[in-house]
């Protein structure tokens, strides 16, 4: 599967953001999907994830309750709610796409998208 993300940018801190990813290929409900992020000069870190029908959800500790993460099966879509930014959450967000659940890890996604900056500015 291919994956595009867009929607970053720059924002204040307190403030929303959502992210959208597009998938391609025909199989995109046989995918978990999920969200990485990685800070300069950090390591990519998990964010988030969606099993395969929507109903279940994963989150980051540091996110819960702020940002949450949907996906359409019918438009192949992934979106990632950012509410109340901090400017810890400043960072390359990533799309990915991967076959087992509850793996955090970026090495368990086999498909990557190629990255969208938010910045949030305190």
């Known amino acids: 599967v291919q994956l595009q993300a867009s929607g970053g940018g720059l924002v204040q801190a307190g403030g929303s953001l959502r992210l959208s990813c597009a998938a391609s290929?025909?199989?995109?409900?046989?995918?978990?999907m999920g969200w990485f992020r990685q800070a300069p000069g950090k390591e990519r870190k998990f964010v988030a994830a969606?099993?395969?029908?929507?109903?279940?959800?994963s989150y980051a500790d540091s996110v819960k309750g702020r940002f949450t993460i949907s996906r359409d099966n019918a438009k192949k879509m992934v979106y990632l709610q950012m509410n109340s930014l901090k400017s810890e959450d400043t960072a390359v967000y990533y799309c990915?796409?991967?076959?087992?659940?509850?793996?955090?890890?970026?090495?368990?996604?086999?498909?990557w998208g190629q990255g969208t900056q938010i910045t949030v500015s305190s």
């Open positions: 990915v796409a991967g076959s087992t659940w509850d793996v955090t890890t970026p090495a368990d996604f086999g498909s």
């Open positions: 969606i099993s395969y029908s929507g109903g279940v959800t």
């Open positions: 290929g025909r199989t995109f409900s046989t995918y978990i």
